[in-house]
């Protein structure tokens, strides 16, 4: 119980160091990931590492950026655009994580874009995201943010899963990949509970919290498993 006080009493500086500690671990995956990707030139590794660099930008525009120690140090507009942008990165780095396993069946051989950044079919991400976005804040609620990121969640869990049976022999990363969607995706349910019914219950966020880090540090043990190889 004592403990449990302490979190709610200090929970701005808690969220500060949560989100410190998230963008981290996401922008050392971003840089592990794309030294792999250099060398390897695969291309899912690329939208792989695309992934952790908007999940980066979320987490700094939300938590730190966003941080309500700093609320009165600034206009309330502020705060009103750092959460249309960690909207935005936040689904986008969804799209991203989801589109690194599906840009086999997507991408022909003779596609061979330059940037994984800015092209025809990222191009969608990025406008669905916007429209996403628009009308969730029109709205007044994150009803979509939360839809779209579990929909893509199970989907790349669904994959992952199959990805892990073909390989289950083969390499680990498959198993940390898969664990670490099952997780993703038990966060984003969480969180949507705790948000659209339990008016953002502090029990159910720190339990979020948790997840979200694990399953962010899970996914930095497996690239660092594969960059040691």
């Known amino acids: 119980m004592g403990l449990f006080s302490f979190i709610i009493d200090n929970k701005e500086i808690l969220k500060l160091f949560y989100g410190l500690i998230i963008s981290l671990i996401c922008l050392i995956i971003v840089i592990k990931s794309d030294r792999l990707f250099r060398i390897s030139l695969h291309k899912g590794i690329r939208y792989f590492r695309n992934a952790f ?13 966003g941080a309500n120690l700093f609320y009165n140090l600034v206009s309330p507009d502020y705060h009103f655009f750092v ?41 969608l991400f990025y406008l669905m995201a916007i429209v996403l976005v628009i009308l969730d804040f029109s709205w007044k609620t994150f009803v979509l943010m939360f839809t779209s990121q579990i929909i893509t969640f ?13 390989n289950k022999k083969g390499h680990k990363f498959p198993k940390f990949y898969f664990v670490a969607m099952v ?7 969480l969180n949507a509970l705790s948000a659209l019914y339990l008016n953002w219950t502090k029990g159910i966020l720190i339990d979020v919290y948790v997840i979200n880090i ?11 498993i594969v960059t040691k190889k």
């Open 183 to 189: 997780l993703s995706l038990i966060a984003w349910v």
């Open 53 to 65: 660099l908007f999940y980066t930008l979320a987490f700094i525009s939300r938590y730190i950026l």
């Open 214 to 224: 694990l399953t962010f540090l899970l996914f930095l043990y497996g690239v660092i």
């Open 83 to 123: 959460g249309i942008a960690f909207e935005f990165f936040i689904i986008t780095a969804g799209f991203f994580l989801l589109y690194s396993l599906l840009w086999k069946k997507i991408e022909s051989v003779e596609e061979d874009y330059k940037s994984s950044l800015l092209n025809t079919k990222i191009i």
């Open 154 to 166: 199970s989907l790349a869990t669904a994959i992952s899963y199959i990805n892990y049976i073909k």
